[in-house]
């Protein structure tokens, strides 16, 4: 570290990777680690100084960079075996969470799971949007919403 001379005082500076300690004399490592930059899942390990800043490791069973504004960590298997029905796609889980996460395509709703809901056909019907006087019929998935048809004799 380096100290200047004022006029009735000094000022004192730390070098790459250290922080002025409160005596403002004397530098110490500044750690990485505070705030930890690294998601629950992951170890946060302080870069020693001269280097700055932290490396986050996952732990053992999940890959990414560990970092909360990052990859985060996930579970690289989530969809071996796929859980999802074959309208839904899988998508490996960011832990905590272990496993894989299905979500279903437009014009369905539902969780995705084999062993959950699935994906349902949005009813466009339901509640019904025609006027009394009309017909309605569900678009199917993958499009939504409906179509309404006028009754013999109305128009509209």
Known sequence: HT?????????????HGYS???DGQTCADTDGC????????????????PGVGAIC????????????????????MGCSPNLCV????????TGPVVGGTCTCPDGYEGDGFQQGIGCID????????????ARCTDVPAPGVGATCTCSTGHEG
């Open 57 to 76: 490791n996952c732990t053992a069973g999940f890959v990414g960079d560990g970092r909360q504004n990052g990859t985060s960590c996930s579970d690289p």
């Open 3 to 15: 100290c200047n001379n004022t006029i009735g005082s000094f000022t004192c500076a730390c070098g």
């Open 86 to 93: 074959a309208q839904a796609s899988c998508n490996n889980a």
């Open 122 to 133: 949005i009813d466009g019907c339901s509640p019904n949007p025609c006027a009394a006087e």
């Open 34 to 49: 505070s705030p930890n930059p690294c998601v629950p899942l992951a170890r946060c390990e302080d870069v020693p100084a």
């Open 20 to 22: 002025l300690n409160s």
